[in-house]
């Protein structure tokens, strides 16, 4: 039996809950679901999963290998969620967390009950995550969990809008992110980092960036009501994209966005999104409004 304990504190709210979500908490089956999804994006199958997370079924069902506890939470600062304004570049990543749970008669001018100071972690919050290993594993599996978990660490996120930069955090115990993105590759990811600019000074300006990036040069090519790799809504379906700002020794912030194989994570394959250095250069700005 191992234990480890990491540090983790938010750079980006993060809009986790349980039942009530207008009370925002860090959950450890949260933590758990994304170590699932590394796992699986780094190429573990279905008998992977079942070792180490565990499978209900029967009389053949699978304890789980880990055990996660979240412990010693700090609340940082109190956030107040911004005004939405959809002309904002930044309301592509806040749109669907200050729409969730409202009601679908509700006017465009309504938000959900996440959208107030309790409905997030305010960014600075810190708490640590405590993973047991109950039993030992094969040593293929087990090196594959172990980059699930430093990847995780370093460029996971938690909670709605995940795959969008909300709920980033900071590991004190991570690996440092740039050794990793070697791995990551190898393991069929495709991993872009912003440059020309390549630094922020807060992470709202790190956020209003990648954006920019996502709202008028991705969406404007992937439509959401067509099938893709960077979601949509018809039919309902995830993001192999992911972005997530990562903090530099400086202090400062960049960013950076993360392709997955997509049959590992959306179940078949489609065309790539990210290309190498597409992210260099100002940010795309939306054409000037005709008069």
């Not at 999963?49 to 290998?65: I, L, Y």
């Not at 009601?103 to 047991?132: C, D, E, L, Y």
């Not at 009501?225 to 995830?238: C, F, V």
């Amino acid at each position: 039996m191992t234990r480890q304990t990491y540090t983790l504190e938010l750079i980006t709210p993060c809009f986790c809950a349980g039942a009530n979500p207008a009370e925002a908490e860090i959950r450890a089956p949260s933590i758990r679901g994304q170590l699932r999804w590394w796992l699986r994006a780094l190429g573990g199958n279905a008998a992977d999963e079942t070792a180490v997370f565990g499978a209900v079924a029967g009389e053949a069902g699978v304890g789980s290998a880990l055990r996660i506890v979240i412990a010693d939470y700090r609340r940082g600062p109190v956030w107040n969620p911004p005004i939405i304004d959809q002309n904002s570049d930044e309301n592509y990543t806040w749109h669907f967390a200050s729409a969730s749970g409202k009601p679908a008669n509700a006017g465009p001018k309504i938000t959900g009950p996440r959208w107030q100071p309790k409905g997030a972690i305010p960014p600075k919050s810190s708490f640590n995550v405590v993973i047991t290993q109950i039993r030992p594993l094969s040593h293929q599996l087990q090196e594959r969990l172990d980059l699930a978990l430093a990847a995780f660490l370093c460029f996971g996120t938690i909670g709605l809008r995940a795959t969008r930069g909300l709920g980033a955090f900071y590991c004190k115990q991570s690996k440092p992110w740039r050794d990793l993105i070697r791995p990551l590759t190898e393991a069929g990811f495709q991993v872009c980092l912003r440059a020309q600019p390549d630094s922020f000074n807060t992470w709202e300006s790190a956020l209003r960036d990648w954006s920019a990036w996502l709202r008028h040069k991705l969406r404007k090519e992937h439509k959401a009501e067509r099938y893709s790799a960077l979601g949509g809504i018809q039919p309902r379906q995830a993001s192999a994209v992911r972005f997530r700002p990562l903090l530099l020794e400086t202090g400062q912030l960049t960013w950076v966005a993360l392709e997955a194989p997509h049959n590992r994570v959306l179940g078949r394959s489609t065309s790539k999104i990210l290309i190498p250095k597409l992210f260099e250069g100002p940010a795309p700005t939306a054409p000037p409004r005709r008069r």
